[in-house]
Nanobody, 126 residues
Framework: QVQLVESGGGLVQAGGSLRLSCAAS????????MGWFRQAPGKEREFVAA????????YYTDSVKGRFTISRDNAKNMVYLQMNSLKPEDTAVYSC???????????????????WGQGTQVTVSS
Protein backbone atom coordinates (compact mmCIF):
# COMPACT_ATOMS: atom_id res chain seq x y z
CA GLN A 1 0.00 0.00 0.00
CA VAL A 2 1.28 3.44 -0.95
CA GLN A 3 -0.24 6.77 0.01
CA LEU A 4 0.65 9.84 -2.02
CA VAL A 5 0.34 13.52 -1.12
CA GLU A 6 1.15 16.29 -3.61
CA SER A 7 2.20 19.84 -2.81
CA GLY A 8 3.77 22.83 -4.47
CA GLY A 9 0.97 23.98 -6.74
CA GLY A 10 -0.08 27.59 -7.01
CA LEU A 11 -0.58 30.59 -9.24
CA VAL A 12 2.27 31.64 -11.50
CA GLN A 13 2.65 33.92 -14.51
CA ALA A 14 3.39 32.54 -17.93
CA GLY A 15 7.09 31.88 -18.31
CA GLY A 16 7.49 31.18 -14.62
CA SER A 17 8.42 28.01 -12.76
CA LEU A 18 6.98 25.73 -10.13
CA ARG A 19 8.25 22.60 -8.44
CA LEU A 20 5.68 20.01 -7.48
CA SER A 21 6.42 17.46 -4.81
CA CYS A 22 4.83 14.10 -4.12
CA ALA A 23 5.41 12.54 -0.71
CA ALA A 24 4.91 8.79 -0.53
CA SER A 25 4.34 6.56 2.45
CA UNK A 26 5.33 2.92 2.59
CA UNK A 27 8.68 1.17 2.80
CA UNK A 28 8.41 -0.22 -0.72
CA UNK A 29 8.39 3.20 -2.38
CA UNK A 30 11.71 2.64 -4.12
CA UNK A 31 10.25 -0.34 -5.98
CA UNK A 32 7.47 1.68 -7.61
CA UNK A 33 7.52 3.50 -10.90
CA MET A 34 6.03 6.96 -10.53
CA GLY A 35 4.09 9.22 -12.83
CA TRP A 36 2.56 12.67 -13.00
CA PHE A 37 -0.77 13.32 -14.67
CA ARG A 38 -2.86 16.45 -15.04
CA GLN A 39 -6.49 17.26 -15.65
CA ALA A 40 -7.79 20.61 -16.83
CA PRO A 41 -11.44 21.63 -16.37
CA GLY A 42 -13.64 19.93 -18.92
CA LYS A 43 -10.80 17.79 -20.24
CA GLU A 44 -9.68 14.22 -19.78
CA ARG A 45 -6.79 13.33 -17.54
CA GLU A 46 -3.49 13.63 -19.41
CA PHE A 47 -0.13 11.94 -18.89
CA VAL A 48 2.73 14.32 -18.14
CA ALA A 49 5.82 12.33 -17.11
CA ALA A 50 6.98 9.03 -15.64
CA UNK A 51 10.12 7.76 -13.96
CA UNK A 52 11.39 4.26 -13.27
CA UNK A 53 12.02 2.93 -9.78
CA UNK A 54 15.72 3.77 -9.97
CA UNK A 55 15.26 7.10 -11.70
CA UNK A 56 17.35 5.84 -14.59
CA UNK A 57 14.53 6.05 -17.12
CA UNK A 58 12.16 8.91 -17.71
CA TYR A 59 9.38 9.53 -20.18
CA TYR A 60 7.51 12.74 -21.08
CA THR A 61 4.57 13.75 -23.13
CA ASP A 62 5.65 15.83 -26.11
CA SER A 63 4.06 19.06 -24.91
CA VAL A 64 6.31 19.28 -21.82
CA LYS A 65 9.60 17.94 -23.20
CA GLY A 66 12.40 20.39 -22.56
CA ARG A 67 10.32 22.32 -20.00
CA PHE A 68 9.46 19.79 -17.29
CA THR A 69 11.76 17.42 -15.41
CA ILE A 70 10.67 14.49 -13.29
CA SER A 71 13.00 13.22 -10.57
CA ARG A 72 12.88 11.16 -7.40
CA ASP A 73 14.70 10.77 -4.11
CA ASN A 74 14.11 7.25 -2.83
CA ALA A 75 15.84 7.99 0.47
CA LYS A 76 13.18 10.63 1.17
CA ASN A 77 10.25 8.84 -0.49
CA MET A 78 9.76 11.84 -2.75
CA VAL A 79 9.01 12.47 -6.40
CA TYR A 80 9.32 15.89 -7.99
CA LEU A 81 8.14 17.64 -11.10
CA GLN A 82 10.14 20.73 -11.97
CA MET A 83 8.10 22.87 -14.35
CA ASN A 84 9.79 25.70 -16.24
CA SER A 85 8.60 28.05 -18.96
CA LEU A 86 5.03 27.49 -17.88
CA LYS A 87 2.21 28.27 -20.29
CA PRO A 88 -1.46 29.00 -19.65
CA GLU A 89 -2.30 25.64 -21.23
CA ASP A 90 -0.38 23.94 -18.40
CA THR A 91 -3.16 25.00 -16.01
CA ALA A 92 -4.62 21.87 -14.42
CA VAL A 93 -4.82 19.74 -11.31
CA TYR A 94 -1.61 17.73 -11.16
CA SER A 95 -1.60 14.30 -9.55
CA CYS A 96 1.15 11.82 -8.87
CA UNK A 97 0.65 8.08 -9.20
CA UNK A 98 2.53 4.89 -8.36
CA UNK A 99 2.80 1.72 -10.42
CA UNK A 100 4.40 -1.59 -9.57
CA UNK A 101 6.05 -1.79 -12.99
CA UNK A 102 7.71 0.83 -15.18
CA UNK A 103 7.11 0.56 -18.89
CA UNK A 104 7.94 3.10 -21.55
CA UNK A 105 5.13 1.49 -23.55
CA UNK A 106 2.42 1.74 -20.93
CA UNK A 107 3.44 4.34 -18.34
CA UNK A 108 1.43 7.00 -20.15
CA UNK A 109 -1.79 5.10 -19.37
CA UNK A 110 -3.66 6.09 -16.22
CA UNK A 111 -4.92 2.55 -15.64
CA UNK A 112 -1.30 1.35 -15.47
CA UNK A 113 -1.05 2.94 -12.03
CA UNK A 114 -2.19 1.44 -8.76
CA UNK A 115 -2.16 4.39 -6.37
CA TRP A 116 -3.04 8.05 -6.76
CA GLY A 117 -2.69 11.25 -4.81
CA GLN A 118 -5.44 13.84 -4.42
CA GLY A 119 -3.82 16.41 -6.69
CA THR A 120 -2.54 19.97 -6.47
CA GLN A 121 -3.80 22.91 -8.51
CA VAL A 122 -1.46 24.70 -10.90
CA THR A 123 -2.73 27.90 -12.50
CA VAL A 124 -0.69 29.77 -15.09
CA SER A 125 -1.85 33.28 -15.92
CA SER A 126 -1.18 34.95 -19.25
Amino acid sequence: QVQLVESGGGLVQAGGSLRLSCAASGRAFSSYAMGWFRQAPGKEREFVAAISWSGGSTYYTDSVKGRFTISRDNAKNMVYLQMNSLKPEDTAVYSCAAATVYSSSYSHLANWYDYWGQGTQVTVSS
